[in-house]
């Protein structure tokens, strides 16, 4: 089993579809056993007393986990998320990184089930978990192909 | 049964503690058999192709819990999130407000759980559903109780 | 919008297929808006104390999302439960029956989505809600098309 | 930190509070770091096809889950399952026993999370995930004090 896309060419790829969004992310490692993603976290990711917001968490999972998705499968990839299930363990440090190791438990024809469990820099203790569930479109033959014009 | 909070005082409790969150969202309608809050969409929610992500949905629910437990227990409680699990059904409508109808399924002394059905405006299919678990911390009695001086 | 098989139609069947397992449960009614099934309780559903256990619950809100799944498709239906989410809100009272109430919030093409509140009989609080994610497997192509005999 | 019941403290004890469903266990391993739980399949926890059931993996992830608890907290310790998300992943293998994984991510004064990773018996790709949250009731002094009679 081998990556479709290397840590290199995921990051270019993700920058040229997100570049938004991705800019407050970073890999850091990444290869067929799974992924090490890192918040970078800024003041938009805070809540009052310096700690890192659920929704910002959230949003890493589910980066992570596409990330890993994209990875094995190639840029034509279509997947959207269809599920997710958190549990918040311990309160994140406050204003560090969050770094997310994810692993693919499921990479299925219609299915890919991702586990990420998140740290806040410097500590091993974990302050999330997070399953998300993505859905691998079904690729359909055209009902009406495109029929190409007589000159 | 009455709340603690009514929807002109929870607005303003709201826009104390998190004027920066607040005001991407509005109360519509609130009393003790649930809230109707509205995402109010701008660019920062929207993914390419102008669906509303994933992250705004999460808040979205987490927040409307937690606006019922403050409107139920008042502007003293305490509460933090402690799991959630989500389900995408639909993909939302190109830039249209997301509405979300959220009822409190248990409000315990220690763990509060709330349901949390999210709809594009104008549309009666769901998009998204959410539970929302937060834990009330337990109030300890202080280790060295405050000694009254003798007079 | 209508129904691929009733309520009697449907007891038949997973009274044919599943004969073990239905019998400790009930239709009560059944519509294109939802199901409501009951748990018969025996002792083997309870615990120390009497009251129902939580498998005994997980059992329940599965077989109502899959008699909901058959009733809008059909006996051909295939369906695999993927992923569960449930939340445990109240003990159940004491060798009462559970009663639950199931609605699909998603009948897609590939993926299946039910929701599930859970009643002691004789109460309106809930004691559990499931959701429960069903994938429909794809229907393959032939791999080789069955060939139309030339006449 | 250690266990304050080990392998053979537990197995006993669960044997007398729970006999009728102990049986179906075996501990393989258990140490701080987390348990390795097998169910013993039986014809009650297969289905058509020889599959293991959902309901049967959901209660070795809560069994698993349960036993930490008490190999850490000790016989004196109140849990009540409050929340489970679940992932089933593939087919058991038929007639297989299940393999269960578990480790503790958060034992809290009131919340307990443990993580379950399933396997069937002789195979390295996992069959399902579970996540387990128990609550821990608090623990009240009472209002009314016992009063001893007097002699």
Known sequence: MSLALNKKELTAYLQEIFPEVIREFAIETLDVGGITMRLLVENRHL????TVSG???FMLADVAVYAMVLSRLGREALAVTTSSSMDFLRKPA?????????????????LVVGDVLMFSHGSDKPVARA?????IPPVNPPVNPPVKPTP
Do not use: V
């Not at 406050?94 to 219609?110: F, P, W």
């Open 47 to 50: 809540r009052p007393g310096g």
């Open 131 to 135: 399953t998300m569930t993505y859905s």
């Open 94 to 110: 406050a204003a560090q990184d969050i770094i997310a190791r994810g692993t693919l438990l499921k990479l299925g024809r219609s």
């Open 55 to 57: 929704p910002s968490m």
